[in-house]
């Protein structure tokens, strides 16, 4: 997460902020910035800032390159239209796949939270083993809504909930609670 904790005003400054400063790099940049991007913000928001991010990366290269058209070249200009193509794509690219496939956990003296995204149901118990010995726990308790299930189980001291949401076809983000 960044430095900002629960900040999320100045988390979204930063995140628009970040092609300012790294998209003049060709090719790294965009993929710095989309790493720090799919690292902070969850999917649905890693999207929304990577498109922001990439339109205001190569809206801003462009117009600078572009002002000083009279010391590039032509075939220059040509080449940094290309650059910036190809830094937006590996923007939203690496932004959507480090968003997908980290876990964000956070941890307090009694609580543990992690929010992840599956690619299944089953795929649920398999990560759970990272925290706890399934084996030790109750049978869920189910809580069924429209696009949400939620599974409440109790495992040793601990109790352990989680809700299951569908964000798109084959995707589903979970998060995790775990307490004493």
Not at 30 to 59: H, Q, Y
Not at 83 to 93: A, Q
Request: hydrophobic share 45%; proline share 4%.
């Amino acid at each position: 997460m960044l430095p900002f904790g629960q900040d999320k005003k100045k988390e979204e400054l930063f995140t628009l902020a970040l092609p300012l400063i790294s998209w003049w790099i060709p090719i790294m940049g965009p993929a710095i910035t989309g790493f720090l991007i799919g690292l902070n913000l969850d999917r649905k928001e890693a999207m929304k800032f990577s498109v922001i991010d990439s339109m205001i990366g190569s809206g801003l290269t462009t117009l600078v390159y572009y002002l000083l058209r009279s010391i590039i070249s032509y075939p220059a200009f040509v080449v940094i239209i290309v650059l910036n193509i190809l830094g937006s794509v590996l923007c939203i690219t690496v932004s959507l796949f480090i968003s997908k496939n980290m876990t964000r956990t956070i941890v307090t003296n009694n609580r543990l939270e992690a929010d992840f995204y599956v690619n299944n149901v089953n795929e649920v118990e398999e990560k759970l083993k990272n925290y706890i010995d399934p084996a030790q726990c109750s049978p869920p308790k189910y809580g069924l809504s429209e696009n949400k299930i939620e599974v409440i189980r109790r495992c040793g001291n601990m109790n352990l909930s989680y809700e299951i949401t569908e964000e798109g076809s084959n995707l589903y983000k979970v998060h995790l609670v775990i307490s004493t």
